[in-house]
């Protein structure tokens, strides 16, 4: 199957070019950007990104873990310190909120690994479609297509100010 | 011998002309290293070697070469421990609190302050071991299954503190790392050898897709939101190790916000004392300047404001509460033995970063170098003036004392900074300094802004 890969000067003119491949059925679609755009976030995949989930997962698992690793641990071993409660609830806020950070943080990692798909291909071996122009300062999107479509594409591209456009797979 | 033939132009410079001028500029940093840098470095690890062999040393013969006497035990180690945590708050403050404020001006200086972090978080960890003397116990800090059955006691702002460090350390380190996968790829892209091999691990198949760059922005919008209270707690948490004693001069309510913007202070300083120098050498004039600078002070100046408040305040209710030990602790420290301390604290932090009034100063390199490394040395100071002179008077006349570093808490001392500015000469030619991948957002917005407005 046939691969174009379209470079491109802006982040806006991918946007456009992607959303008007999707609507037009192509799906074998990637975007390849040196920067974090806004406008390019959304385009293949409009569901927000789950990476919250793990933060949020991660800051509530600390904040239980925190208070009741203090508690147990203190009533386990019961030492009476001036007439106060073995657990002292109002200290323990220090560990859990610390807990709740460090989890919270480690998620957000594990978050960004398994959401973004890393580590990503095999060791030292990038995508056929990748270029190190998109490391630099260019954007890339490549379209995966039959080979009835690659002029159309390939017209598309270009009318979407696509500098180049080079056929990566045949 | 005959010197080996000129290597073909493309073997010199790794980055190729057609490269963009930002990943050229930036990576360039990283390449080759002058017979000053090895100086440098040489003179660091000698240093570093120095008070690597008095810390043995004093683990050999025990904590009696250092100068604690009665009844000053906490010294030069915490007075420096509690500055290198200090200075470790500007790499998060400028990472997480000004990304989430969109400061954009944070781009170009936020990478080599959240290393800054690290590296100081590193320093000062080190210096609760030295400080334990018996290092080989230190591990009892931690609660772990032991055959007593004993447990930590959470009620103590010493555990609170060994959580709010190790938290932060990780968390900084997380940051740090989030950050720099993309530039390592960038990096893995355009190098050769033993470097593309450890770039190509490092960068984990980066290759800056979609779906990438939407999970990597959510994970620094949701840390930044993780570490902004972080940055505020760990200080805070530090400043209660001394605040919930009973101590005249540390019993205050007002310790831990002053503490907070203190470390901001100290922060910022080192972190222009440290870019003042890189930026000339390697050339970076271009992508930080004066303004991230003039920028740097202004905060400078808000945070040296914010301290000057505490001082005033500290001794305001000093003089208002009527308490004897209190009055007399604080009159000790700016008339006792130590007033050299307590007045170098406070010409230094709140003299001279007044000069930051004028916009000629503040965008003045020299005076913002000598200013910032006048507030390093004034907050080193603040930390001595707190835990020294109030450890030296508490309530029993009888059991009053005068503390005097010794060369060995000197050395250790001297070592700090040399092992701080070590890992950051080694970290330059690992990795890159400046955010690359960041600076070129914000070319690519103005270019596309500047195209639009030419249609």
């Not at chain 1, 508690?71 to 002292?88: E, H, L, R, T, Y």
């Given at each position: 199957m046939?691969?174009?890969q379209?470079v491109f000067?802006?982040?806006?003119?991918?946007?456009?070019?992607?959303k008007?491949?999707k609507n037009?059925?192509?799906?074998?679609?990637e975007i390849?950007?040196?920067a974090?755009f806004?406008?390019?976030?959304?385009?293949?995949d409009p569901?927000?990104?789950r990476?919250r989930v793990y933060?949020?997962?991660?800051?509530l698992?600390?904040?239980?873990?925190?208070?009741?690793m203090?508690i147990?641990?203190s009533?386990?071993?019961?030492?009476?310190?001036?007439g106060?409660?073995?657990?002292a609830i109002?200290?323990?806020?220090?560990?859990?909120f610390?807990l709740t950070?460090l989890?919270g943080a480690?998620a957000?990692?594990?978050?960004l690994?398994l959401v973004?798909?890393?580590?990503y291909?095999?060791?030292g071996?990038?995508?056929?479609?990748?270029d190190?122009?998109?490391s630099?300062?260019?954007?890339?999107?490549?379209?995966g297509?039959?080979e009835?479509?690659?002029?159309?594409?390939d017209?598309?591209l270009r009318?979407?100010?696509a500098?180049e456009?080079?056929?990566?797979?045949a | 011998?005959?010197p080996p033939?000129a290597l073909?132009a493309?073997?010199e410079?790794p980055?190729?002309t057609?490269d963009?001028?930002?990943n050229?500029d930036?990576?360039?940093v990283?390449?080759g290293v002058?017979p000053g840098y090895f100086l440098?470095?040489g003179?660091?690890?000698?240093?570093v070697t120095?008070?690597?062999?008095?810390?043995?040393?004093?683990?050999?013969?025990?904590?009696g070469?250092a100068?604690?006497t009665h009844?000053v035990?906490?010294g030069v180690?915490i007075?420096t421990f509690?500055?290198?945590i200090?200075?470790?708050?500007?790499?998060?403050?400028?990472s997480?609190?000004?990304?989430?404020f969109?400061a954009?001006?944070?781009?170009?200086?936020n990478?080599s302050?959240?290393?800054m972090?690290?590296?100081?978080?590193?320093?000062?960890?080190m210096?609760?071991g030295?400080?334990?003397?018996?290092?080989?116990k230190?591990y009892?800090i931690?609660?772990?299954p032991?055959?007593?059955?004993l447990?930590v006691?959470?009620?103590?702002?010493?555990e609170?503190?060994?959580?709010a460090i190790s938290?932060?350390?990780t968390?900084s380190?997380?940051?740090l790392?989030?950050g720099?996968i993309?530039?390592?790829a960038?990096?893995r892209?355009r190098?050769?050898?033993?470097?593309?091999l450890?770039y190509t691990?490092l960068?984990l198949?980066?290759q800056?897709?979609?779906?990438?760059?939407?999970a990597h922005?959510?994970s620094?919008?949701?840390l930044?939101g993780?570490?902004t209270p972080?940055?505020?707690?760990?200080h805070s948490?530090v400043?209660?190790?001394?605040a919930m004693?009973i101590v005249?001069?540390?019993?205050a309510t007002?310790?831990?916000p002053y503490?907070?913007?203190?470390a901001?202070?100290s922060?910022?300083?080192?972190?222009?004392?440290?870019?003042i120098p890189?930026r000339?050498?390697f050339?970076?004039?271009?992508?930080?300047?004066?303004y991230h600078?003039e920028?740097m002070?202004r905060l400078i100046?808000?945070?040296?404001?914010?301290?000057?408040y505490?001082y005033?305040?500290?001794?305001?209710?000093?003089?208002?509460?009527?308490?004897?030990?209190?009055?007399?602790?604080?009159?000790?420290?700016a008339?006792?033995?130590y007033w050299?301390s307590?007045?170098?604290?406070i010409?230094?932090?709140?003299v001279?970063?007044?000069?930051?009034w004028?916009?000629?100063?503040?965008?003045h390199v020299?005076?913002?170098f000598?200013?910032?490394?006048?507030?390093n040395?004034?907050m080193?100071?603040?930390?001595?003036?707190?835990?020294?002179?109030?450890?030296?008077r508490?309530?029993?006349p009888?059991?009053?004392?005068i503390y005097?570093?010794t060369?060995a808490?000197?050395?250790?001392f001297a070592?700090s900074?040399?092992?701080?500015?070590m890992?950051?000469?080694?970290?330059?030619?690992?990795?890159?300094v400046?955010?690359i991948?960041e600076?070129k957002?914000?070319?690519?917005?103005?270019r596309?802004h500047?195209?639009?407005g030419?249609?």
């Amino acid at each position: 199957m046939p691969s174009l890969q379209g470079v491109f000067d802006a982040p806006g003119p991918v946007a456009e070019a992607a959303k008007r491949l999707k609507n037009r059925g192509f799906s074998d679609l990637e975007i390849y950007a040196p920067a974090p755009f806004p406008e390019l976030d959304d385009v293949l995949d409009p569901k927000p990104s789950r990476v919250r989930v793990y933060t949020l997962g991660g800051g509530l698992l600390g904040v239980v873990t925190g208070y009741a690793m203090a508690i147990w641990m203190s009533n386990d071993w019961p030492a009476m310190i001036g007439g106060k409660p073995f657990a002292a609830i109002p200290t323990y806020t220090v560990i859990g909120f610390e807990l709740t950070i460090l989890f919270g943080a480690l998620a957000t990692l594990l978050g960004l690994l398994l959401v973004g798909r890393l580590p990503y291909g095999s060791f030292g071996k990038n995508d056929k479609g990748y270029d190190k122009r998109f490391s630099s300062e260019e954007f890339g999107l490549v379209v995966g297509c039959r080979e009835r479509d690659v002029a159309e594409v390939d017209a598309l591209l270009r009318a979407h100010h696509a500098k180049e456009v080079n056929l990566v797979e045949a | 011998m005959t010197p080996p033939p000129a290597l073909p132009a493309a073997l010199e410079h790794p980055h190729e002309t057609s490269d963009s001028k930002i990943n050229r500029d930036l990576l360039s940093v990283m390449d080759g290293v002058s017979p000053g840098y090895f100086l440098l470095l040489g003179t660091t690890i000698l240093v570093v070697t120095a008070a690597a062999l008095t810390w043995i040393y004093q683990i050999y013969i025990g904590l009696g070469i250092a100068g604690y006497t009665h009844p000053v035990f906490w010294g030069v180690y915490i007075v420096t421990f509690v500055f290198w945590i200090g200075i470790a708050h500007a790499g998060t403050l400028i990472s997480a609190i000004l990304f989430l404020f969109r400061a954009k001006w944070r781009n170009s200086i936020n990478r080599s302050a959240e290393a800054m972090t690290v590296m100081a978080v590193m320093t000062a960890g080190m210096f609760l071991g030295i400080h334990v003397g018996r290092i080989w116990k230190a591990y009892f800090i931690l609660p772990y299954p032991n055959q007593r059955g004993l447990w930590v006691n959470f009620r103590s702002p010493l555990e609170w503190d060994t959580f709010a460090i190790s938290t932060y350390a990780t968390t900084s380190i997380v940051f740090l790392f989030i950050g720099l996968i993309p530039d390592i790829a960038i990096a893995r892209d355009r190098y050769a050898g033993w470097r593309k091999l450890l770039y190509t691990g490092l960068a984990l198949g980066w290759q800056g897709t979609a779906r990438q760059w939407k999970a990597h922005s959510r994970s620094v919008l949701h840390l930044s939101g993780l570490a902004t209270p972080l940055v505020l707690s760990v200080h805070s948490v530090v400043s209660w190790d001394f605040a919930m004693s009973i101590v005249p001069g540390w019993h205050a309510t007002i310790f831990a916000p002053y503490f907070v913007a203190g470390a901001i202070f100290s922060g910022f300083a080192m972190v222009l004392t440290v870019m003042i120098p890189v930026r000339r050498v390697f050339g970076l004039e271009e992508y930080i300047t004066n303004y991230h600078f003039e920028n740097m002070a202004r905060l400078i100046l808000l945070t040296s404001l914010i301290v000057g408040y505490a001082y005033v305040t500290e001794y305001f209710v000093a003089w208002y509460s009527g308490v004897e030990a209190e009055q007399s602790a604080f009159w000790f420290r700016a008339f006792g033995p130590y007033w050299f301390s307590t007045w170098t604290m406070i010409t230094c932090n709140v003299v001279f970063p007044q000069l930051f009034w004028f916009k000629r100063l503040r965008t003045h390199v020299p005076t913002l170098f000598v200013v910032s490394t006048f507030v390093n040395i004034g907050m080193w100071f603040e930390r001595y003036v707190i835990i020294i002179t109030s450890l030296g008077r508490e309530y029993d006349p009888a059991v009053w004392g005068i503390y005097t570093p010794t060369w060995a808490e000197l050395t250790i001392f001297a070592g700090s900074f040399a092992f701080f500015a070590m890992l950051f000469l080694i970290f330059m030619k690992l990795l890159p300094v400046v955010a690359i991948y960041e600076v070129k957002e914000l070319a690519i917005h103005e270019r596309a802004h500047a195209a639009e407005g030419a249609h």
